[in-house]
C-alpha cells in the first residue's frame, strides 16, 4: 500500500507570493532527482531538476528558486561551490539553500554554512525530516520576503519624502529671496549721513526685518522687528508687518499722516507701536508677538526720538569712540491688549553713530554657551571704531562668527546703522 505523505503545515496566512512554490534539486544522481522530485512533487511544489552546480547556476540566473536542495558531493563543482557561487549572484530574492550530505562532522557542517547554506539533511533522505526542513525555511523566507517588503516600502517613503523635501526646499529658496526683497535698499546717502542694513536668518527664512522710511517733515523712519520663533510663519508675519511701516506706499504707513497739503508728516513712534499693538491682537489670528524698536532721525538736528518696545537697547558710538547703551525696554508686541508705550530722546552730533541690532546679536552664545551680552557688544564697537558703512556690519558678522566658533548662528541676525555726518553747511 502507498504511503501518502501530506503537505507541510504552515500556521498563519502566508501570502501565495511568499510561499516556497518553485524548487530545485540539484544532484549528479539521476535516480536521486527523480525520488526527491516525486516526494516534493506530491507535496504540491513546482520542481525544477539540475545534473550539476553549473547548470542549476543557468537555472538561477534565469529565475530564482525559492527554495534549492542540493548534494553536496558532485563532479565539477561541488555543492558547496555551487552555494557559494549563488550567493554572490546580484538577485533581490533570497533562496533557502538545504544541503545533502553524508558527513557529520561538526568542521564539515562549519564549511557548509560559511558557504551560505542554510540548513543540512543526511542521506538517505527521510521525507518526514525533509517535509520539516522546508517547513522551517517557508518561515524563513516568509519573515525575509515580508521584511524587505517593508524595507521596499520604507524606500519608496523616503524616495517620495525626498521629493517633497526637495520641493519644500526650493519654495523656501523662492521664500528667501522674496523675504530679502523687502530690504529693498541695503545702504543710501543722505546730505546728512549714511545709512546700512543688514539682514541674516538662520535658516532660510526668519523673524527678523529692518527698514527705514523718509517723511516730509526732515525726518528718517527706522524699525527693527523681531518675529518670535523661526520659519515660515515667522516670515510671513515680517511680511505682512513690512507693509504697516512702507516706505513705498506711504497712505498704508501707520507711522506717516497725510496733512492737508498732500506732505506725509511722522506720528509719535510710542502712539504707533500701541496702534500696531491693536492691529495686531484684533485683526491678525496668531500666537506670534515681536520686538520693536521705532526711530525718527530729524536730519537737521540730530536728535532721534525712539520708541523701545522689547527689543534690544540702540547703541550709540559716539565720535571720540565710546559707546552708549540706553534705552526703555517695554513688553513686546501683540501680548496685552491696552499696553502703553513711552518714547525718549537722544542726541546725534556730527561722527556720532546710531546701530541698532536685534537680540541675535547679544544673545549669540559661543562654543561653552555663554552670551555676547551688552558689554561683548560694547568691547567689539569699540574695537571697530574706524571701520565705517556697510563694512562694520560685515565686520561685525566676522567678529560675532569668531566668538560663537561657526558661522551658523542660532537665531536671526539684523542691524541697521546710521552714521551722521550733521547737518549739509549753508
Known sequence: MEHRQRAPKVTGEVPQQARPHRILIVDDSRLQRRVLSKMLGKW?????????????????????????????????????????ALREMPHDDYAYFILLTSKSEKIEVAEGLDSGADDFLTKPVDADELRARITAGERILRMQRELSLKNRLVSETLGELQRVY???????????????????????????????????????????????????????????????????????????????????????NIALSRQPDGRYHTNPPAKVIEKLNDLVLTEMDTEHYFTLLLAFVHMASGRVTIAQAGHPHPLIQRADGSVEQSGSGGFPVGLIEGVSFTQFDVQLSAGDRLLLLSDGVTECPDISGEMLGEE??????????????????????WELSSFAGTEEFPDDVSAILFEYSGPPSQ
Open 166 to 252: 526637495d520641493l519644500l526646499d526650493q519654495d523656501l529658496l523662492e521664500a528667501k529671496k522674496l523675504q530679502q526683497s523687502l530690504l529693498r535698499e541695503r545702504q543710501r546717502s543722505f546730505k546728512e549721513g549714511h545709512l546700512s542694513l543688514m539682514l541674516r536668518s538662520s535658516g532660510h527664512v526668519g523673524g527678523d526685518l529692518v527698514g527705514f522710511f523718509p517723511a516730509d517733515d526732515g525726518q528718517l523712519g527706522l524699525f527693527a522687528i523681531d518675529v518670535s520663533g523661526h520659519g515660515i510663519s515667522s516670515a510671513l508675519m515680517t511680511a505682512r508687518l513690512a507693509g504697516y511701516l512702507s516706505a513705498t506706499a506711504p497712505d498704508q
Open 44 to 84: 504540491g511544489f513546482d520542481v525544477t531538476e539540475a545534473a550539476s552546480g553549473a547548470q542549476a547556476l543557468e537555472f538561477c540566473a534565469e529565475r530564482m528558486p525559492d527554495l534549492i536542495v542540493s548534494d553536496w558531493i558532485m563532479p565539477g563543482m561541488s555543492g558547496i561551490e555551487f552555494c557559494s
Open 376 to 397: 561683548g557688544l560694547t568691547a567689539m564697537i569699540e574695537q571697530m571704531g574706524g571701520v565705517r558703512q556697510n563694512a562694520l556690519l560685515e565686520a561685525l558678522m
